[in-house]
Protein backbone atom coordinates (compact mmCIF):
# COMPACT_ATOMS: atom_id res chain seq x y z
CA UNK A 1 0.00 0.00 0.00
CA UNK A 2 1.48 3.68 -0.68
CA UNK A 3 1.83 6.62 1.22
CA UNK A 4 -0.96 8.25 -0.18
CA UNK A 5 -3.26 5.35 -0.24
CA UNK A 6 -2.42 4.58 3.86
CA UNK A 7 -2.95 8.06 4.23
CA UNK A 8 -6.52 8.36 2.97
CA UNK A 9 -7.49 4.78 4.48
CA UNK A 10 -6.43 6.31 7.76
CA UNK A 11 -8.36 9.48 7.31
CA UNK A 12 -11.25 7.67 6.07
CA UNK A 13 -11.05 5.25 9.36
CA UNK A 14 -11.07 8.03 11.37
CA UNK A 15 -14.51 9.94 9.86
CA UNK A 16 -16.21 6.91 9.94
CA UNK A 17 -15.52 6.20 13.63
CA UNK A 18 -16.04 9.81 14.11
CA UNK A 19 -19.55 9.94 12.10
CA UNK A 20 -20.50 6.86 14.63
CA UNK A 21 -20.15 8.65 18.03
CA UNK A 22 -22.63 11.27 17.77
CA UNK A 23 -23.97 14.17 15.38
CA UNK A 24 -22.36 17.59 14.81
CA UNK A 25 -20.38 16.87 11.61
CA UNK A 26 -17.52 19.84 10.57
CA UNK A 27 -18.92 22.09 13.45
CA UNK A 28 -17.95 19.60 16.07
CA UNK A 29 -14.30 18.99 14.25
CA UNK A 30 -13.57 22.70 14.20
CA UNK A 31 -14.71 22.78 18.12
CA UNK A 32 -11.56 20.28 18.62
CA UNK A 33 -9.21 22.90 16.33
CA UNK A 34 -10.45 25.72 18.52
CA UNK A 35 -9.60 23.86 21.43
CA UNK A 36 -6.49 22.19 20.63
CA UNK A 37 -5.77 24.82 18.27
CA UNK A 38 -2.41 26.00 20.85
CA UNK A 39 -0.94 22.20 20.77
CA UNK A 40 -1.73 22.23 16.98
CA UNK A 41 0.48 25.28 16.60
CA UNK A 42 3.35 24.18 19.10
CA UNK A 43 3.41 21.26 16.84
CA UNK A 44 3.45 23.32 13.30
CA UNK A 45 6.34 25.72 14.61
CA UNK A 46 8.68 22.80 15.60
CA UNK A 47 8.51 21.64 11.99
CA UNK A 48 8.12 24.48 9.85
CA UNK A 49 12.18 25.74 8.62
CA UNK A 50 13.82 26.23 12.09
CA UNK A 51 15.98 28.65 9.75
CA UNK A 52 13.16 31.29 9.84
CA UNK A 53 13.41 34.09 12.23
CA UNK A 54 10.63 33.62 14.98
CA UNK A 55 8.64 35.99 13.45
CA UNK A 56 8.20 34.35 10.36
CA UNK A 57 7.89 30.48 12.06
CA UNK A 58 5.23 31.99 14.10
CA UNK A 59 2.95 33.12 11.15
CA UNK A 60 4.19 29.95 9.10
CA UNK A 61 2.76 28.01 12.33
CA UNK A 62 -0.94 29.45 12.48
CA UNK A 63 -0.80 29.25 8.75
CA UNK A 64 -0.32 25.87 8.76
CA UNK A 65 -2.95 25.42 11.90
CA UNK A 66 -5.65 27.78 9.87
CA UNK A 67 -5.45 25.44 7.02
CA UNK A 68 -5.77 22.00 8.79
CA UNK A 69 -9.21 22.15 9.10
CA UNK A 70 -10.83 20.21 5.81
CA UNK A 71 -13.60 21.89 3.23
CA UNK A 72 -16.13 18.82 4.46
CA UNK A 73 -16.11 16.33 7.15
CA UNK A 74 -18.50 13.46 7.13
CA UNK A 75 -21.95 13.80 8.92
CA UNK A 76 -21.72 12.89 12.38
CA UNK A 77 -19.61 14.80 15.15
CA UNK A 78 -16.39 14.34 16.09
CA UNK A 79 -15.06 11.83 19.00
CA UNK A 80 -12.31 14.65 20.09
CA UNK A 81 -9.13 11.79 20.69
CA UNK A 82 -10.30 10.36 16.94
CA UNK A 83 -10.71 14.24 15.43
CA UNK A 84 -7.40 15.08 16.94
CA UNK A 85 -5.64 12.43 14.98
CA UNK A 86 -6.64 13.36 12.11
CA UNK A 87 -5.93 16.95 12.38
CA UNK A 88 -2.36 16.49 13.96
CA UNK A 89 -1.60 14.22 11.02
CA UNK A 90 -3.14 17.49 8.29
CA UNK A 91 -0.60 19.84 10.75
CA UNK A 92 2.03 17.41 10.10
CA UNK A 93 1.28 16.95 6.46
CA UNK A 94 0.94 20.84 6.19
CA UNK A 95 4.27 22.07 7.63
CA UNK A 96 6.05 19.64 5.92
CA UNK A 97 4.39 20.92 2.39
CA UNK A 98 5.75 24.13 3.93
CA UNK A 99 9.46 23.38 4.19
CA UNK A 100 9.61 21.91 0.66
CA UNK A 101 8.06 25.01 -1.04
CA UNK A 102 5.22 24.74 -1.19
CA UNK A 103 3.10 28.15 -2.00
CA UNK A 104 3.28 30.35 1.66
CA UNK A 105 -0.03 32.33 2.70
CA UNK A 106 0.82 33.43 5.92
CA UNK A 107 -0.88 36.13 8.27
CA UNK A 108 1.05 39.62 8.11
CA UNK A 109 0.68 41.94 11.22
CA UNK A 110 0.82 45.56 10.04
CA UNK A 111 3.33 47.35 11.99
CA UNK A 112 3.72 44.99 14.51
CA UNK A 113 6.58 42.54 15.34
CA UNK A 114 6.07 39.29 16.77
CA UNK A 115 8.03 36.77 17.97
CA UNK A 116 8.27 33.93 21.14
CA UNK A 117 9.62 34.19 24.30
CA UNK A 118 13.52 33.92 24.44
CA UNK A 119 13.12 30.45 27.31
CA UNK A 120 16.56 29.37 28.78
CA UNK A 121 19.69 28.73 27.56
CA UNK A 122 18.37 24.76 26.90
CA UNK A 123 15.69 26.00 24.80
CA UNK A 124 18.27 27.81 23.02
CA UNK A 125 20.00 24.88 22.26
CA UNK A 126 17.08 22.87 20.77
CA UNK A 127 16.25 25.77 18.46
CA UNK A 128 20.38 25.80 17.32
CA UNK A 129 19.94 21.89 16.72
CA UNK A 130 16.74 22.22 15.08
CA UNK A 131 18.65 24.41 12.33
CA UNK A 132 20.91 21.31 11.45
CA UNK A 133 17.93 18.83 11.36
CA UNK A 134 15.81 17.93 8.23
CA UNK A 135 12.12 18.69 7.81
CA UNK A 136 10.64 14.96 8.42
CA UNK A 137 13.83 14.85 11.56
CA UNK A 138 11.78 18.18 12.58
CA UNK A 139 8.29 16.36 12.93
CA UNK A 140 9.45 13.21 14.81
CA UNK A 141 11.12 15.27 17.22
CA UNK A 142 7.77 16.99 17.65
CA UNK A 143 6.11 13.91 17.79
CA UNK A 144 7.89 12.47 20.28
CA UNK A 145 8.91 14.72 22.47
CA UNK A 146 6.14 17.56 22.40
CA UNK A 147 3.26 15.39 21.77
CA UNK A 148 4.70 11.90 23.53
CA UNK A 149 3.73 9.62 20.79
CA UNK A 150 5.58 6.17 21.09
CA UNK A 151 8.40 5.76 17.77
CA UNK A 152 5.61 2.68 16.18
CA UNK A 153 2.66 5.90 16.32
CA UNK A 154 5.11 7.94 15.43
CA UNK A 155 6.16 6.17 12.33
CA UNK A 156 2.71 5.86 11.19
CA UNK A 157 1.96 9.68 11.52
CA UNK A 158 4.94 10.59 9.42
CA UNK A 159 4.52 7.45 6.96
CA UNK A 160 0.51 9.08 6.43
CA UNK A 161 2.14 12.13 6.33
CA UNK A 162 4.40 11.56 3.54
CA UNK A 163 7.43 10.75 4.70
CA UNK A 164 9.65 8.35 2.35
CA UNK A 165 12.06 7.51 5.82
CA UNK A 166 10.10 7.39 9.14
CA UNK A 167 12.79 5.28 10.87
CA UNK A 168 16.00 7.34 9.32
CA UNK A 169 13.54 10.50 10.98
CA UNK A 170 13.38 8.80 14.12
CA UNK A 171 16.64 8.59 14.35
CA UNK A 172 17.57 12.29 13.70
CA UNK A 173 15.43 12.66 16.34
CA UNK A 174 16.43 10.51 19.35
CA UNK A 175 19.64 12.40 18.02
CA UNK A 176 18.67 15.91 18.25
CA UNK A 177 17.37 14.88 22.22
CA UNK A 178 20.40 13.55 23.31
CA UNK A 179 22.92 16.69 21.50
CA UNK A 180 20.19 19.26 23.31
CA UNK A 181 18.24 17.17 25.84
CA UNK A 182 15.21 18.93 27.54
CA UNK A 183 14.06 17.36 30.63
CA UNK A 184 10.70 15.55 29.98
CA UNK A 185 7.56 17.73 28.95
CA UNK A 186 8.88 20.67 28.70
CA UNK A 187 9.15 20.62 25.27
CA UNK A 188 5.17 21.08 25.48
CA UNK A 189 5.56 23.75 27.92
CA UNK A 190 8.26 26.14 27.07
CA UNK A 191 6.95 29.27 25.42
CA UNK A 192 9.93 29.35 23.24
CA UNK A 193 8.50 27.03 21.15
CA UNK A 194 4.60 28.15 21.59
CA UNK A 195 3.16 30.57 18.51
CA UNK A 196 0.51 31.51 20.91
CA UNK A 197 2.51 33.06 23.33
CA UNK A 198 4.06 36.26 21.84
CA UNK A 199 5.80 39.52 22.41
CA UNK A 200 4.78 42.26 20.04
CA UNK A 201 7.43 45.57 19.58
CA UNK A 202 6.43 48.37 17.37
CA UNK A 203 7.63 47.87 13.81
CA UNK A 204 9.26 51.16 12.18
CA UNK A 205 6.95 54.06 13.33
CA UNK A 206 8.67 56.90 10.77
CA UNK A 207 8.17 54.65 8.18
CA UNK A 208 4.66 53.92 9.51
CA UNK A 209 3.84 57.22 9.69
CA UNK A 210 5.42 58.03 6.48
CA UNK A 211 2.82 55.51 4.82
CA UNK A 212 -0.12 56.86 6.72
CA UNK A 213 0.47 60.01 4.64
CA UNK A 214 0.31 57.93 1.58
CA UNK A 215 -2.51 56.15 2.37
CA UNK A 216 -4.37 59.51 3.72
CA UNK A 217 -8.45 59.14 3.94
CA UNK A 218 -7.93 55.37 2.33
CA UNK A 219 -9.40 52.45 4.69
CA UNK A 220 -5.79 51.01 3.65
CA UNK A 221 -4.50 50.85 7.35
CA UNK A 222 -7.78 50.21 9.46
CA UNK A 223 -5.72 48.44 12.07
CA UNK A 224 -1.79 48.50 12.27
CA UNK A 225 -2.68 45.01 14.43
CA UNK A 226 -4.85 43.33 11.88
CA UNK A 227 -3.77 40.12 10.24
CA UNK A 228 -3.81 39.72 6.48
CA UNK A 229 -3.77 36.78 4.98
CA UNK A 230 -1.22 37.77 2.23
CA UNK A 231 1.18 35.24 0.39
CA UNK A 232 4.98 36.41 0.94
CA UNK A 233 6.12 37.57 -2.29
CA UNK A 234 2.67 38.14 -3.89
CA UNK A 235 1.08 41.11 -5.68
CA UNK A 236 -0.20 43.77 -3.37
CA UNK A 237 -4.32 43.00 -2.30
CA UNK A 238 -6.75 44.89 -4.98
CA UNK A 239 -7.06 48.66 -4.20
CA UNK A 240 -4.18 49.05 -2.45
CA UNK A 241 -0.79 50.80 -4.37
CA UNK A 242 2.03 48.53 -4.14
CA UNK A 243 3.96 51.35 -2.93
CA UNK A 244 1.72 51.54 -0.12
CA UNK A 245 2.15 47.17 0.35
CA UNK A 246 6.14 47.87 -0.01
CA UNK A 247 6.54 50.90 2.45
CA UNK A 248 4.09 49.11 5.20
CA UNK A 249 5.46 45.78 4.96
CA UNK A 250 7.42 45.27 8.05
CA UNK A 251 10.42 43.45 6.63
CA UNK A 252 10.75 46.39 3.94
CA UNK A 253 14.58 47.76 3.58
CA UNK A 254 14.96 51.15 4.89
CA UNK A 255 18.24 53.31 5.72
CA UNK A 256 19.34 53.25 9.42
CA UNK A 257 19.38 56.07 11.52
CA UNK A 258 22.85 58.37 12.17
CA UNK A 259 23.56 60.11 15.80
CA UNK A 260 25.36 63.79 15.03
CA UNK A 261 28.88 63.42 15.08
CA UNK A 262 28.78 65.82 17.98
CA UNK A 263 25.48 64.17 20.06
CA UNK A 264 28.06 62.87 22.60
CA UNK A 265 28.86 65.95 23.95
CA UNK A 266 25.43 67.43 24.25
CA UNK A 267 23.48 64.01 25.92
CA UNK A 268 23.51 63.31 29.26
CA UNK A 269 23.03 59.73 27.76
CA UNK A 270 26.41 58.41 27.09
CA UNK A 271 25.89 54.92 25.41
CA UNK A 272 25.93 52.90 22.15
CA UNK A 273 23.17 55.28 21.11
CA UNK A 274 25.34 58.62 21.04
CA UNK A 275 27.61 56.93 18.67
CA UNK A 276 28.51 58.38 15.36
CA UNK A 277 28.34 56.70 12.52
CA UNK A 278 32.18 55.82 11.01
CA UNK A 279 33.80 54.30 7.93
CA UNK A 280 34.42 54.84 4.36
CA UNK A 281 31.54 52.76 3.26
CA UNK A 282 28.76 55.08 4.40
CA UNK A 283 27.60 56.00 1.15
CA UNK A 284 27.63 51.96 0.62
CA UNK A 285 23.46 51.66 0.29
CA UNK A 286 24.36 48.11 -0.67
CA UNK A 287 26.27 46.76 1.59
CA UNK A 288 23.83 48.48 4.26
CA UNK A 289 21.19 47.20 2.47
CA UNK A 290 22.48 43.53 3.02
CA UNK A 291 23.17 43.99 6.13
CA UNK A 292 19.88 44.95 7.39
CA UNK A 293 18.00 41.75 5.39
CA UNK A 294 20.29 39.44 6.93
CA UNK A 295 19.54 41.10 10.18
CA UNK A 296 15.42 40.79 9.19
CA UNK A 297 15.81 37.33 7.89
CA UNK A 298 17.48 35.79 10.59
CA UNK A 299 20.68 34.71 8.64
CA UNK A 300 22.85 35.18 12.08
CA UNK A 301 24.46 33.69 14.94
CA UNK A 302 23.91 35.07 18.33
CA UNK A 303 25.82 35.19 21.67
CA UNK A 304 23.96 33.84 24.57
CA UNK A 305 20.69 35.19 25.79
CA UNK A 306 20.02 37.12 22.90
CA UNK A 307 16.54 37.52 21.55
CA UNK A 308 16.83 36.56 17.82
CA UNK A 309 13.80 38.63 16.38
CA UNK A 310 14.69 41.39 13.67
CA UNK A 311 15.77 44.76 14.79
CA UNK A 312 13.06 46.92 16.78
CA UNK A 313 12.41 49.68 14.76
CA UNK A 314 14.62 51.38 12.85
CA UNK A 315 18.24 50.43 13.58
CA UNK A 316 20.78 53.19 14.24
CA UNK A 317 24.21 52.84 11.92
CA UNK A 318 27.52 53.03 13.47
CA UNK A 319 29.82 51.48 11.20
CA UNK A 320 30.25 51.02 7.90
CA UNK A 321 33.61 50.16 6.12
CA UNK A 322 36.29 48.19 5.60
CA UNK A 323 38.37 46.20 8.19
CA UNK A 324 41.02 44.18 6.86
CA UNK A 325 40.13 43.95 3.35
CA UNK A 326 36.63 43.07 4.53
CA UNK A 327 33.29 44.82 4.22
CA UNK A 328 31.49 45.16 7.84
CA UNK A 329 28.66 47.06 8.86
CA UNK A 330 27.44 47.29 12.86
CA UNK A 331 23.70 47.98 13.48
CA UNK A 332 22.36 48.81 17.00
CA UNK A 333 18.73 49.16 17.93
CA UNK A 334 18.90 50.06 21.40
CA UNK A 335 19.21 46.69 23.11
CA UNK A 336 21.09 44.75 20.70
CA UNK A 337 24.50 44.89 18.49
CA UNK A 338 23.87 43.49 15.09
CA UNK A 339 27.69 42.97 12.98
CA UNK A 340 27.46 42.33 9.26
CA UNK A 341 30.64 40.62 7.70
CA UNK A 342 30.01 40.98 3.85
CA UNK A 343 31.26 37.59 1.59
CA UNK A 344 30.62 34.25 1.48
CA UNK A 345 32.86 33.18 4.65
CA UNK A 346 30.35 36.38 6.40
CA UNK A 347 27.40 36.95 8.06
CA UNK A 348 25.46 38.52 10.88
CA UNK A 349 26.22 38.00 14.40
CA UNK A 350 24.03 39.71 16.84
CA UNK A 351 24.85 40.57 20.94
CA UNK A 352 22.96 41.86 23.60
CA UNK A 353 23.91 45.49 24.60
CA UNK A 354 20.99 46.88 26.49
CA UNK A 355 21.78 48.71 29.40
CA UNK A 356 25.15 49.98 28.42
CA UNK A 357 27.25 53.05 29.58
CA UNK A 358 30.55 55.47 29.25
CA UNK A 359 32.54 51.95 30.14
CA UNK A 360 30.81 48.88 28.36
CA UNK A 361 29.71 50.88 25.60
CA UNK A 362 33.06 52.31 25.01
CA UNK A 363 34.45 49.75 22.55
CA UNK A 364 33.65 46.80 20.30
CA UNK A 365 34.81 44.31 18.45
CA UNK A 366 35.33 44.92 14.34
CA UNK A 367 37.06 42.09 13.46
CA UNK A 368 39.62 39.38 14.68
CA UNK A 369 41.79 37.47 13.27
CA UNK A 370 45.20 35.17 14.25
CA UNK A 371 46.85 38.91 15.08
CA UNK A 372 43.96 39.54 17.72
CA UNK A 373 41.41 42.14 17.52
CA UNK A 374 40.43 45.30 15.90
CA UNK A 375 38.46 47.63 17.99
CA UNK A 376 35.69 50.34 17.00
CA UNK A 377 36.10 52.96 20.08
CA UNK A 378 33.61 55.49 21.54
CA UNK A 379 34.50 58.78 20.33
CA UNK A 380 34.62 60.35 23.98
CA UNK A 381 37.49 57.75 24.25
CA UNK A 382 40.57 60.11 24.39
CA UNK A 383 43.65 57.82 24.13
CA UNK A 384 43.69 53.91 24.12
CA UNK A 385 46.38 51.98 25.29
CA UNK A 386 47.54 47.75 25.34
CA UNK A 387 48.22 46.52 28.90
CA UNK A 388 49.10 42.52 29.97
CA UNK A 389 47.33 41.76 33.35
CA UNK A 390 50.36 39.18 33.95
CA UNK A 391 52.97 41.97 33.77
CA UNK A 392 51.24 44.74 36.31
CA UNK A 393 54.70 46.78 36.45
CA UNK A 394 55.66 46.91 32.74
CA UNK A 395 54.47 50.07 30.73
CA UNK A 396 51.06 50.28 28.68
CA UNK A 397 51.57 50.12 24.95
CA UNK A 398 50.18 53.03 22.79
CA UNK A 399 47.31 52.65 20.39
CA UNK A 400 46.78 55.35 17.56
CA UNK A 401 43.24 54.51 16.36
CA UNK A 402 42.37 56.03 12.75
CA UNK A 403 38.84 57.25 13.03
CA UNK A 404 37.99 55.43 15.78
CA UNK A 405 39.34 51.84 14.67
CA UNK A 406 42.31 50.35 16.63
CA UNK A 407 45.08 48.40 14.93
CA UNK A 408 45.08 44.49 16.26
CA UNK A 409 45.31 43.94 19.63
CA UNK A 410 46.43 40.51 20.51
CA UNK A 411 43.84 38.23 22.41
CA UNK A 412 43.10 38.70 25.93
CA UNK A 413 43.65 35.07 26.17
CA UNK A 414 41.74 31.69 26.53
CA UNK A 415 40.17 28.88 28.90
CA UNK A 416 40.01 30.46 31.39
CA UNK A 417 43.20 32.83 31.59
CA UNK A 418 43.72 36.44 30.66
CA UNK A 419 47.50 36.08 30.25
CA UNK A 420 46.87 38.18 26.81
CA UNK A 421 46.59 41.80 26.64
CA UNK A 422 43.84 44.03 27.97
CA UNK A 423 42.94 47.67 26.46
CA UNK A 424 43.51 50.45 28.37
CA UNK A 425 41.05 53.25 27.75
CA UNK A 426 40.88 56.52 29.26
CA UNK A 427 37.63 59.09 28.62
CA UNK A 428 38.18 62.46 27.16
CA UNK A 429 38.33 65.83 28.95
CA UNK A 430 34.60 66.76 27.80
CA UNK A 431 33.44 63.57 30.36
CA UNK A 432 33.10 64.74 33.87
CA UNK A 433 33.90 60.95 34.83
CA UNK A 434 36.76 61.59 33.02
CA UNK A 435 39.29 58.24 34.33
CA UNK A 436 41.20 55.10 32.53
CA UNK A 437 39.50 51.63 32.64
CA UNK A 438 40.31 48.20 31.15
CA UNK A 439 38.36 46.01 29.32
CA UNK A 440 39.21 42.31 27.76
CA UNK A 441 38.17 40.87 24.87
CA UNK A 442 36.24 37.71 25.88
CA UNK A 443 35.57 36.49 22.63
CA UNK A 444 31.87 38.70 21.69
CA UNK A 445 31.37 41.70 20.27
CA UNK A 446 31.70 43.99 23.20
CA UNK A 447 34.72 43.40 25.51
CA UNK A 448 34.12 42.63 29.31
CA UNK A 449 34.70 45.74 32.27
CA UNK A 450 37.89 44.72 34.64
CA UNK A 451 37.24 46.36 37.97
CA UNK A 452 38.72 45.91 41.44
CA UNK A 453 36.93 46.16 44.80
CA UNK A 454 39.70 46.84 48.07
CA UNK A 455 39.97 44.53 50.89
CA UNK A 456 37.64 46.03 53.78
CA UNK A 457 37.13 48.60 56.07
CA UNK A 458 34.89 49.98 58.67
CA UNK A 459 31.61 51.23 57.90
CA UNK A 460 29.89 50.21 54.44
CA UNK A 461 30.83 47.78 52.03
CA UNK A 462 32.89 49.56 49.44
CA UNK A 463 32.35 50.24 45.59
CA UNK A 464 34.08 48.32 42.94
CA UNK A 465 36.87 50.86 41.42
CA UNK A 466 38.34 50.46 38.24
CA UNK A 467 41.09 47.90 37.77
CA UNK A 468 44.28 50.63 36.95
CA UNK A 469 46.18 50.90 40.29
CA UNK A 470 48.87 48.69 41.73
CA UNK A 471 46.71 46.71 44.10
CA UNK A 472 44.45 46.22 41.52
CA UNK A 473 47.36 45.49 38.83
CA UNK A 474 49.01 42.92 41.23
CA UNK A 475 45.41 41.40 42.43
CA UNK A 476 44.89 40.81 38.62
CA UNK A 477 48.17 39.46 37.54
CA UNK A 478 47.40 36.44 40.03
CA UNK A 479 43.98 35.96 39.38
CA UNK A 480 43.76 36.54 35.71
CA UNK A 481 43.52 32.40 35.22
CA UNK A 482 41.20 31.81 37.82
CA UNK A 483 38.32 33.50 36.01
CA UNK A 484 35.49 31.48 36.25
CA UNK A 485 33.99 31.91 32.06
CA UNK A 486 36.12 33.92 29.33
CA UNK A 487 33.06 33.85 26.59
CA UNK A 488 30.87 36.18 24.64
CA UNK A 489 28.04 37.41 26.91
CA UNK A 490 30.38 38.45 29.80
CA UNK A 491 29.51 42.14 30.60
CA UNK A 492 31.79 42.52 33.83
CA UNK A 493 34.26 40.92 35.88
CA UNK A 494 35.20 42.23 39.70
CA UNK A 495 38.08 41.26 41.84
CA UNK A 496 37.04 41.27 45.62
CA UNK A 497 39.80 41.10 48.28
CA UNK A 498 37.31 40.19 50.61
CA UNK A 499 39.45 39.18 53.55
CA UNK A 500 43.52 39.29 54.84
CA UNK A 501 44.59 36.40 56.80
CA UNK A 502 48.20 36.07 59.03
CA UNK A 503 48.97 32.67 58.25
CA UNK A 504 49.96 30.27 61.26
CA UNK A 505 53.61 30.07 62.82
CA UNK A 506 54.40 34.00 60.76
CA UNK A 507 53.93 32.78 57.41
CA UNK A 508 52.61 35.74 56.13
CA UNK A 509 49.79 37.58 55.05
CA UNK A 510 47.05 35.87 52.80
CA UNK A 511 44.03 37.44 50.53
CA UNK A 512 40.82 36.11 49.90
CA UNK A 513 39.41 37.20 46.94
CA UNK A 514 36.11 36.58 45.48
CA UNK A 515 36.23 36.61 41.51
CA UNK A 516 32.83 37.95 40.01
CA UNK A 517 31.29 37.32 36.57
CA UNK A 518 28.15 39.21 35.93
CA UNK A 519 26.79 38.76 32.23
CA UNK A 520 24.66 40.68 30.11
CA UNK A 521 21.33 38.85 30.88
CA UNK A 522 21.92 39.67 34.40
CA UNK A 523 22.95 36.42 35.42
CA UNK A 524 26.13 35.52 37.01
CA UNK A 525 28.75 33.63 39.21
CA UNK A 526 31.53 34.12 41.75
CA UNK A 527 34.54 31.89 42.40
CA UNK A 528 36.22 32.57 45.98
CA UNK A 529 40.17 32.23 45.39
CA UNK A 530 42.70 32.31 48.26
CA UNK A 531 45.87 34.20 47.78
CA UNK A 532 49.10 32.92 49.11
CA UNK A 533 52.19 35.34 50.55
CA UNK A 534 54.22 35.11 47.27
CA UNK A 535 58.17 37.02 46.41
CA UNK A 536 56.37 36.20 42.54
CA UNK A 537 53.70 36.50 40.47
CA UNK A 538 53.75 33.10 38.73
CA UNK A 539 52.27 31.89 42.48
CA UNK A 540 48.47 31.67 41.34
CA UNK A 541 45.35 31.98 43.45
CA UNK A 542 44.04 29.01 44.14
CA UNK A 543 40.39 28.05 43.87
CA UNK A 544 37.78 27.16 46.62
CA UNK A 545 34.91 27.52 45.58
CA UNK A 546 32.40 28.52 42.28
CA UNK A 547 28.70 28.97 42.18
CA UNK A 548 25.99 30.77 40.00
CA UNK A 549 24.08 32.96 41.70
CA UNK A 550 24.58 36.55 42.65
CA UNK A 551 27.29 36.39 45.55
CA UNK A 552 30.00 38.63 45.56
CA UNK A 553 28.11 41.26 43.85
CA UNK A 554 25.98 44.81 45.04
CA UNK A 555 23.20 42.51 45.99
CA UNK A 556 24.67 40.01 47.93
CA UNK A 557 27.78 41.46 50.15
CA UNK A 558 28.54 38.73 52.62
CA UNK A 559 30.74 35.86 51.64
CA UNK A 560 32.76 33.44 53.65
CA UNK A 561 35.39 31.22 52.06
CA UNK A 562 37.56 27.99 53.21
CA UNK A 563 40.52 26.18 52.40
CA UNK A 564 43.27 24.02 53.62
CA UNK A 565 46.91 24.54 53.77
CA UNK A 566 50.26 23.05 55.01
CA UNK A 567 52.70 25.05 56.66
CA UNK A 568 56.56 24.81 56.17
CA UNK A 569 57.07 22.38 58.58
CA UNK A 570 54.23 20.24 57.45
CA UNK A 571 50.92 20.95 59.77
CA UNK A 572 48.06 20.56 58.73
CA UNK A 573 45.27 23.55 58.95
CA UNK A 574 41.60 24.66 57.62
CA UNK A 575 41.38 27.93 56.95
CA UNK A 576 38.49 30.01 56.74
CA UNK A 577 37.76 34.07 56.00
CA UNK A 578 34.59 36.17 55.98
CA UNK A 579 33.89 39.47 54.70
CA UNK A 580 33.67 42.55 56.86
CA UNK A 581 30.13 41.43 58.49
CA UNK A 582 31.03 37.95 59.72
CA UNK A 583 31.81 38.19 63.65
CA UNK A 584 32.09 33.97 64.02
CA UNK A 585 32.87 31.31 62.37
CA UNK A 586 32.14 27.77 63.63
CA UNK A 587 34.15 24.73 62.24
CA UNK A 588 32.41 21.16 62.66
CA UNK A 589 33.97 17.89 61.77
CA UNK A 590 34.93 14.02 62.90
CA UNK A 591 37.89 15.81 65.02
CA UNK A 592 35.09 17.86 67.25
CA UNK A 593 33.28 21.28 66.35
CA UNK A 594 33.91 24.82 67.91
CA UNK A 595 32.46 27.81 67.60
CA UNK A 596 34.52 31.37 68.47
CA UNK A 597 34.53 34.92 68.00
CA UNK A 598 36.15 36.63 65.06
CA UNK A 599 37.08 40.03 65.27
CA UNK A 600 39.01 40.13 61.80
CA UNK A 601 37.01 37.84 60.13
CA UNK A 602 39.66 34.95 59.83
CA UNK A 603 40.24 31.43 61.55
CA UNK A 604 42.80 28.93 61.34
CA UNK A 605 42.78 25.24 63.11
CA UNK A 606 44.58 22.61 63.07
CA UNK A 607 42.64 19.59 61.27
CA UNK A 608 43.77 16.67 59.40
CA UNK A 609 43.25 17.46 55.76
CA UNK A 610 40.60 15.18 53.38
CA UNK A 611 38.24 14.79 56.46
CA UNK A 612 34.04 16.18 55.62
CA UNK A 613 34.25 19.43 57.45
CA UNK A 614 31.52 21.97 57.75
CA UNK A 615 32.16 26.35 57.90
CA UNK A 616 28.84 28.41 58.90
CA UNK A 617 29.68 31.55 59.40
CA UNK A 618 27.53 34.08 61.38
CA UNK A 619 27.30 37.65 60.58
CA UNK A 620 26.60 41.12 63.25
CA UNK A 621 22.97 40.19 62.78
CA UNK A 622 22.83 36.78 63.56
CA UNK A 623 22.02 35.55 60.02
CA UNK A 624 24.06 32.15 59.11
CA UNK A 625 26.26 31.81 55.87
CA UNK A 626 28.09 29.07 54.58
CA UNK A 627 30.64 29.01 51.81
CA UNK A 628 29.97 28.28 48.08
CA UNK A 629 29.77 24.36 47.57
Given at each position: ????????????????????????????????????????????????????????????????????????????????????????????????????????????????????????????????ALTGVPAAGRAAYALRFAES?????????????????????????????????????????????????????????????????????????????????????????????????????????????????????????????????????????????????????????????????????????????????????????????????????????????????????????????????????????????????????????????????????????????????????????????????????????????????????????????????????????????????????????????????????????????????????????????????????????RRTAVAEGRGCSRFDQNTVG????????????????????????????????????????????????????????????????????
Open positions: MDRQTLRRTAEAAAARTVGRRRPGGLPGAEAVLVSQYGRLARLAYLIVPAELDRRRRLLAAHAVVRAALPGRWGAGSPDADQVYAVLRGRVVRGALRFTRGQPRLLPRAWGLRLFTPDGGPAELAVDRLGPEETARVLAAAGVADPAGALRQADRLQADAPLPEGRLAESPRFDPCTVRVRPGDLLRQRRTARLAAGGALLLALGSLWAVPTGSPAPAGRPASVDAAVRSDAPARPLRAATDLWQRTARLDLSAWPARGDRLGDDALIGRALAAWREGRLQIEPGTDVSGPAGTPQLLFAGLVDGTPVVVLYDGARLARFTDGPLGGLMLARADDSDVVTGAALVLHRDGAGARFLLAPWVESAEIRRLRAPDGPAAALRPVDGVTGPVPSAGSAGCLDGAVLQLRSSRAVAEKHAFLLADVGGLLPAHLTYTPPPQQGEARAPREATGSDALLTWARTACEVPELRPGVKALNAWAFARQDLPQQAGTATWVCLRTDRWTGTGSAATELLLPAGRLDEPARAWWRSADGSDYLLAAGSRRVSRISVSGPEGSLEVPVPDGTLAVRRAPGQPVTVVATLDDGTRITPPS
